[in-house]
């Protein structure tokens, strides 16, 4: 059976069927590529490595809400009729504290959701029934102190079931597939009128001092009006938080779709109003304990003991963002943290072998590289490359031509003898050619050699 972010992974992104929509103006598209000699390569020479945490926020188990409300609205549905009155309502924060302090000791970063008004239960800027305020407050802080320095922080739209009424902050009065977040719009919708409903997810968020510079989708939201909605999340990201770079997660690739993410609706290349969105996508399914947490979860679909094979280990050899999906509910597995387990096994087997191939990432920081990537003009003069770059990026990394010797970028910058070292301010040398890693600054700089 499919869930509900599962059907996803059959191709509907538009990025991925429709080839004019990597770059939907399609200006100066590739530009990094074009000085002779010079390659853009991944971060530090490393992949991305990215983990995914959906319906995951403050407290409230969403696995125990939600699964009444769909099978409200979808009756017919076996996944729905699963015996969720035997589930914990909360996720407690001493888990949390748990998992992202594992996380925390050994580098991994990715994107971490906080649902504004989970299944309906209450509001996270406000009161959370069940909870005492305290409670609410110390669990944002939590997240704020622990989650937000190695994590993106979405809303995954209001509630994650039942469509808010943005007039009234209710839920719509009709129970159905259409008025439930994960099949929403059921008709066309205007850009202006999709970013309205982000950006008042957004708001909720930005009042509980978290910052957002991206957006996700509950399963199927958006499905009929894809180019919209990506306008809509520049747009809403943008109105709420100083962000020049919002990106937003939805889809999922499989087999051999590319994973790398994909710059939509680029406008105003060469203009200080560039404007673009990016869709940072994942590389997995959910194999963990599922959006129900009562899954066994499996941990050799991502890789086995000894990392050689698994979808994670297939990206990592591919040299592709390999980006991991769970919902929040299957990493807690409705107490017995089977999830979890899995979850540190697979870090630990892709850390042993992959240790000096690998990066760990926010999906802002992956979607800000492909995009400095894609956008930063290079003019290269002999030994002298002149960079235009639109945004800064951290660890920019080239590989130029027939270079020897000190390379110079406002100071010199440091030789490593081992290619595994290469970081920020760092150079490394093979054969005439030479690897160069940099913090990129936005605007112009001189990158040279005596």
Not at 46 to 63: A, E, K
Not at 306 to 319: C, F, N, P, T
Request: hydrophobic content about 35%; aromatic content about 10%.
């Amino acid at each position: 059976m499919q869930t509900r972010r599962a059907f996803l992974a059959t191709g509907v992104s538009v990025a991925a069927n429709c080839s004019s929509h990597r770059l939907i103006a399609d200006e100066g598209a590739g530009s990094a590529e074009k000085a002779q000699g010079v390659k853009v390569l991944l971060p530090r020479n490393r992949v991305p490595l990215s983990f995914v945490i959906d319906d995951s926020t403050c407290l409230v188990n969403m696995g125990h809400y939600c699964t009444p409300q769909f099978a409200e609205a979808m009756p017919n549905r076996a996944e729905y009729k699963k015996p969720w009155r035997e589930w914990p309502r909360e996720i407690p924060d001493q888990f949390v504290r748990k998992f992202g302090e594992w996380c925390a000791d050994r580098g991994v970063r990715g994107k971490y959701s906080i649902v504004p008004y989970p299944a309906c239960v209450g509001w996270v800027d406000r009161e959370m029934p069940g909870w005492s305020r305290q409670q609410l407050q110390e669990s944002l802080k939590l997240v704020r102190e622990l989650m937000v320095p190695n994590w993106d922080i979405h809303p995954e739209m209001i509630t994650h079931t039942r469509v808010i009424d943005l007039k009234t902050g209710r839920p719509k009065e009709a129970i159905n597939a259409g008025t439930m977040e994960n099949s929403y719009p059921q008709e066309n919708k205007s850009v202006d009128e999709l970013a309205a409903y982000l950006a008042y997810a957004l708001r909720i968020l930005e009042r509980c001092d978290l910052p957002c510079e991206g957006i996700t989708t509950p399963g199927g939201f958006g499905n009929l009006v894809k180019s919209e909605l990506s306008l809509a999340v520049d747009q809403a990201v943008r109105d709420v938080y100083p962000v020049d770079l919002p990106h937003y997660f939805k889809y999922v690739r499989t087999g051999d779709q590319n994973t790398e993410p994909v710059l939509e609706h680029v406008r105003g290349v060469g203009t200080n109003d560039l404007r673009l969105t990016v869709n940072v996508p994942a590389g997995t399914g959910d194999w963990f304990g599922g959006w129900q947490g009562d899954r066994v979860p499996e941990a050799d679909r991502y890789c086995n003991e000894d990392a050689s094979s698994g979808r994670m280990v297939e990206l990592i050899e591919r040299r592709q963002p390999a980006i991991m999906l769970c919902h929040w509910p299957g990493i807690y597995s409705n107490g017995s943290e089977a999830g979890f387990r899995t979850f540190k096994r697979i870090v630990t087997s892709l850390d042993a072998r992959y240790r000096d191939q690998t990066l760990w990432m926010k999906l802002s920081e992956i979607g800000r590289y492909w995009a400095a990537k894609d956008l930063t003009v290079l003019n290269r003069t002999g030994k002298q490359i002149m960079l235009d770059a639109p945004f800064d990026v951290n660890q920019f990394t080239l590989r130029v031509a027939n270079v020897i010797g000190p390379a110079r970028l406002d100071a010199k910058l440091n030789q490593v003898t081992n290619l595994a070292a290469l970081t920020a301010g760092t150079w490394y040398q093979s054969g005439q050619d030479q690897i160069v890693c940099f913090n990129l600054a936005r605007g112009k700089q001189l990158l040279q050699w005596d």
